[in-house]
């Protein structure tokens, strides 16, 4: 999304990814349960939720460069209790002249995981008091001192030999910018952090028996935009809306949708909240492979008031012109995704339970709960 933009003598876009979850007990476990209970369908039979409960969970490889440093080891966050993951935010800078800044990020009821350039601080710092960030006395953040902007530097800023989601965030025409390493002096094209929080959501999604999706706000602000998207093997389908109210039912997408329109679509609704072409193209190219991957899910666009309040971010010098743009992801478990997990396991198939990835676990976590519930009602 668009990064925090300043205007003249220089402006600031930040553009942001959040995975959001409710209800559930850790936060690598990004799938509403309360959705998820109100799901009708068929559910899985005595035998096979034995499977599933004996089944462990495919370690999620890493998914950033080795030099983007870290609060702890590499896979530490999926311990974390929380409802928000917050993936890839970049600040870009954009100025017309040399300058140095501070920047600092809070984060309500959270902390900053993963960032790069190098950070004078990030708090808290050692070892973290509790893995329920709910039970957070303190509000994390993360502090660049002097990070210094200029619209001449040119170079190669590093990259490993691997490909890496990272690196498409680059292709835009912000303003470099340098920071002072433990080794040496960091150059890139934004700030870049990560973190997982446990404040409150924007909005509930619920299944109604119908098969429509039924998203409300949480507050009086209703989001800005959002896509209902699914996607089964090589099928895709999506519903595009605009301006809804507090609280709008939207049918399931026919699957009869492609991905290049679907991009063009996304893509236009993010240069409408504030982003400029080339950072909303960079953004999806990030995020592609993840937004569009096996299953349903909502991708939509935060308020404004949401994100100054969960992550408060201050620039010194002030920037005349601000901008910001988070998009949330928020996973669906249907019954259609419940038949296919539980049929992949039947068969031990790993290359179908792999397009699930990290939702795997919860996903199963939402079919004990169908089963659960029918046991009771039987």
Known sequence: MKAEKCGAPFSVFSFYFLVFSEGVSRFSKEVSQTDSRSTTGDVITELRLMSILNWSPLTEPPDLPGFVEHFSYANFKLGLRGTIRMETPVIYFYSARKMTVSVRVAFSKGIITEWYPHAAAVQPSGMLPTANLSQLQKDGSIWWKDVVVSPVWTGKFREEDQPNRYYAARDTRSSPLQVKGVSGNQQEKFLFYRGVSAAP???????????????????????????????????????????PATETRTARPQLNGDIQSLRADLEAILVQQGLYPDEAQAMVETWQDSWFEEGSRL???????????????????????????????????TPATVKAVETALTSNDQTVLRQYGRFLEPILEVAHSMHTKSARTR
């Open 299 to 333: 991708i939509y666009v935060v308020t404004r008031d949401f994100i100054d309040k969960v992550l408060p971010l201050t620039i010194n010098p002030k920037p005349d012109e601000m901008t910001r743009v988070f998009v949330g992801r928020l996973e669906i478990v």
């Open 201 to 243: 959501l924007p909005l509930s999604v619920k299944l109604t028996p119908d098969a429509e999706l039924l998203v409300r706000s949480a507050s009086a602000e209703s989001i800005p935009a959002f896509i209902f998207f699914e996607r089964r093997g090589q099928k895709i389908g999506y519903r595009v809306v605009t301006a």
